[in-house]
């Protein structure tokens, strides 16, 4: 690419050339047009970058500041309405109060970092110093900013311009690991200085000292930088040496608007202010110094013929001149369109190069990470180093799957993973593992707790750090985090719950702090709990449970209820059924018929299957269905049939029983069947659960066909029996005919005390 003043010294023979050696005056109208709408455009794009800050700063504040002021207004009434004893709701919110006020005051910091309204409502004045300030406590750096006082107002382009160059600089300065950087704002009648030093690292010797009219290959910062100030006819300076620190020096006119070229005006001192139309190619030029009067005293003799051509038009009077005493720095021209066109070609050529080359590099990485050996992942680093799941994922196999340990060079790759996405929760807990292994404790929990500050609410980021806190003997945060990390995974419940249980065998402690207050978590630790045999803390589990009054099913109960069965504590079941008849009155209180201790004994609801209802376990050879159209009384009862292909030993039609030990009760139930074959038939089966020896009777064994009968048992219960078991069986037949068929009926079965 050709310098700016090359450009402009072709552009200006290009010029002459039109002028002198073609008749076609359309030539030069539509160059100096085409410069003109080109320094319109240039206007217009700088005035767009300015809007675009202060849009976004005012809807960050008008909309995003307000809706989190309403919420955090809700969290503290939420606050006030949460009683004091429950601690776990009142820590969570704490934590959310604490977040959205975090988040509150980055936006704030944000918006005006973007666009500080003291800017537009005091002026520079006020505007430097609050930024300076602010740069100083976000970034270490000390800053010493000259100011006067009594600095007045500026023009607005001026002000937004100096704002805009200031901002930029701090921003390097950021990057140039200086310890002091120095600022001056000063301003006279007619011009304005803003001068930014630092004592940082400078930039190479060839990078060194450029002024406004000079291109050096930088950023896109500072290219920014000089067409703001070219747009204001000003000057940019820029020195600097490697390790000698930069200085930035920017001198406005304080008396020219942005659009005084855009309206055909220029400064008094050019001579040539004089509006003309149409436009023409002396009032595109950068009048600074002021040039010499186009006359022949001032034009060195030889230097050209023909300093000024003219020539008329029909329309009279204009004249077209070409200023040949201007030297290329003084004039600013446009680049023809063919130029653009080129470069433009050029740019896109050479990024779609490049981006071929990086997506080149990337694919390779991706192809050889893929093997997930650690050869494999260490040639994927090689040809892809910014991607940090290739260094997480050699991290993680060497801890692994090491034939040595070398825990240093672990925490090296896990740290190269944070580095190349310091924002990854996962890399940063991993990042915790690698310090632990290399036994830094204080290290590692600082990175988990980093991890859990990046995504508060992950369940696996929680899992991790619950585990690390277990392992160093932190019970109550490990509690939090376990809590964190059931409410987000299902599949954690059960971990979490052994996990907890080994930093604290106290279950209460459990409930108030690890536990959370919803129906299935609760219900997951209760078969939790019942599958490790601890009974008493299922049984305080359950009362937690209802006294939370939560919702959950019938049948989500059930295995409580055989807990107990098995545990052998009927009064225990007693009550908890009774607390379950309560619960669900629509669906449980029909089924019971106080002094009648057996429940759905007509068969006229659902069979539940669990509790203390009926249960049906499937047998091979015989089909149970509830029947609406045989019975006894009511509209229902049940029906099994048998399919001759089988010498059952059957007994899966069953009902457990609470009684009181030592008391005289009397059994009945109505039976029918119809095509019973073989000797053994259907009958009656009362025994206690816990001890059948002590307790175990039976009704007549029917076979053949015959109508509805009752079939009665009168028993006094031992001193042990608490819970008995009521069930329909079949013995299995020693006859060399013994595969039964056939079907029974059963209905109104019932189970009184006679005392």
Known sequence: MQRKSETIQALIQAGRSATADTDNDSVLDEFVLYAVKMRQLSSRLLQAQDDEPRSIAQNLRDLTGENLTALLMSLRRLRGLTPERDQRRRVLLRDCFSLVEKTADEIRTLSYVLHPPLLDE??????????????????????????????????PNVEITLFRTLQECLQNIRHSRCSVAKICLACSASRVLLE???????????????????????????????????????????????????????????????????RGKLPPESGCGRPRAPPRLDEICIWEPPLPPLNSETNPPGRHANPIKSRSNTTGGTAYAFCSSLHPEQVRMPIPRIWLWRGMRITIAVAMVYCAYLALRQGVGAYQARKSTPAALEKAIRWDPGNPEDYDALATLT????????????????????????????????????????????GALRCFERARDLFPMSPDINWRLANFYVRDGKTGPAEVALQRALLGNPELRRPAFALGWGATSDNQELLAHMIPEQADVLLSYLNYLIATKRIEAANQTWAHLLDLHLSFGVRDAFPYLDALIVANEPERLEQAWAAMVERFPAQLHPRVAYPNRIVNGGF????????????????????????????????????????????????????????????????????????????????????????????????????????????????????????????????????????????????????????
Do not use: C
């Open 122 to 155: 005091a002026g520079l004045a006020a505007a430097v110093p609050w930024y300076t300030t602010g740069f100083a406590e976000r970034s270490g750096t000390r800053v010493n900013l000259d100011m006067a006082e009594d600095f007045g107002r500026l023009p």
């Open 196 to 262: 930014v030093a630092d004592n940082g690292r400078g930039m190479p010797e060839h990078l060194g000292r450029h002024a406004i009219n000079e291109k050096p290959p930088m950023g896109v910062g500072i290219t920014g930088m000089r067409e703001r100030v070219e747009k204001l006819n000003g000057q940019l300076e820029i020195e600097s040496a490697a390790g000698k620190g930069t200085t930035v020096r920017v001198t406005l006119p304080t008396g020219v608007g942005p659009g005084a070229l855009e």
């Open 399 to 442: 801890h692994q799957y090491s034939d040595r340990e070398n825990p240093a060079e672990v925490v090296r790759l896990a740290r190269a993973a944070v580095g190349a996405s310091p924002m990854q929760a996962d890399y940063w807990a991993d990042l915790g593992s690698a310090y632990e292994w290399a036994g830094q404790r204080e």
């Open 604 to 755: 006229e609801f659902e069979i539940l299957n669990g509790g203390l209802d009926w249960r049906v376990l499937p047998t091979p050879g015989a089909t149970v269905r509830v029947d609406s159209l045989n019975f006894f009384d009511g509209v229902h009862s049940l029906r099994i049939q048998f399919d001759g292909k089988h010498n059952l030993d059957y007994g899966s039609v069953m009902q457990y029983v609470p009684v009181h030990p030592q008391t005289l009760y009397r059994f009945s139930g109505y039976i029918r069947v119809e095509g019973i074959t073989t000797d053994s038939g259907p009958r009656f089966q009362i025994y206690d659960a816990e001890a059948p020896s002590k307790l175990l009777l039976s009704t007549e064994n029917l076979t053949g066909s015959s109508t509805w009968s009752p079939e009665r048992l009168e028993f006094t219960t031992g001193p042990e029996t608490r819970l008995l078991v009521v069930r329909l069986v079949r013995a299995f037949s020693h006859k060399f005919d013994n595969l039964i068929a056939g079907t029974v009926w059963i209905d109104q079965i019932s189970l009184n005390s006679a005392e």
